[in-house]
T-cell receptor, first 115, second 113 residues
Framework: AQTVTQSQPEMSVQEAETVTLSCTYDTSESDYYLFWYKQPPSRQMILVIRQEAYKQQNATENRFSVNFQKAAKSFSLKISDSQLGDAAMYFCAYRSANTGNQFYFGTGTSLTVIP | EAGVTQFPSHSVIEKGQTVTLRCDPISGHDNLYWYRRVMGKEIKFLLHFVKESKQDESGMPNNRFLAERTGGTYSTLKVQPAELEDSGVYFC???????????FGSGTRLTVV
């Protein structure tokens, strides 16, 4: 079964600085998708960024970018120019491209942004 | 468009009682999913509906959990009788036939005391 590991339960970053959240995963599949979701306190979980495994180029969405290392099964999220609104729980997730629709999530990283 | 709506947002019940959670997906989304996060652990898949049919219920923990999706619209997840280990946040998500568009609700925080 697929597993997703987030080894950082909590992280903090100074406003305007850069922070990297780690995620590793385990799978025997070659075709899949990886995601980072963000959940602010008591609010809806929203998609931050998505990466298709067949793409070598790292995905980027404004201040958010990923470092996707397929061979190492690593998928870290970099947040540049951190803002107070970035404070949230971040979940890394895996989804097969071929078998089933369910997501496999990590345990989450709680990010605090210090003014 | 309206998002995925879940209610109640919070529920505190006593062990042995029954609780029903509701999820209203985005209109037109055939796929509806339930997930659960127990405190400090990963979010785990519970089940998947396609319209009114259960496509995959492999994540349902036991027969105290009953999910329904009336007419392929909203869905309910009933826990009867509730146990302490059922405490957690229950998330609902929906997607259209396109598997990419997966929208989550805000979750229902269930506390069993």
């Amino acid at each position: 079964a697929q597993t997703v590991t987030q080894s950082q339960p909590e992280m903090s970053v100074q406003e305007a600085e850069t922070v990297t959240l780690s995620c590793t995963y385990d799978t025997s599949e070659s075709d899949y998708y990886l995601f980072w979701y963000k959940q602010p306190p008591s609010r809806q979980m929203i998609l931050v960024i998505r990466q298709e495994a067949y793409k070598q180029q790292n995905a980027t969405e404004n201040r958010f970018s990923v470092n996707f290392q397929k061979a190492a099964k690593s998928f870290s999220l970099k947040i540049s120019d951190s803002q107070l609104g970035d404070a949230a729980m971040y979940f890394c997730a895996y989804r097969s491209a071929n078998t089933g629709n369910q997501f496999y999530f990590g345990t989450g990283t709680s990010l605090t942004v210090i003014p | 468009e309206a998002g995925v709506t879940q209610f109640p947002s919070h529920s505190v019940i006593e062990k042995g009682q029954t609780v029903t959670l509701r999820c209203d997906p985005i209109s037109g989304h055939d796929n509806l999913y339930w997930y659960r996060r127990v405190m400090g652990k990963e979010i785990k898949f519970l089940l998947h509906f396609v319209k009114e049919s259960k496509q995959d219920e492999s994540g349902m923990p036991n027969n105290r959990f009953l999910a329904e999706r009336t007419g392929g619209t909203y869905s309910t997840l009933k826990v009867q009788p509730a146990e302490l280990e059922d405490s957690g946040v229950y998330f609902c998500a929906s997607s259209p036939q396109d598997r990419y568009g997966y929208t989550f609700g805000s979750g229902t925080r269930l506390t069993v005391v």
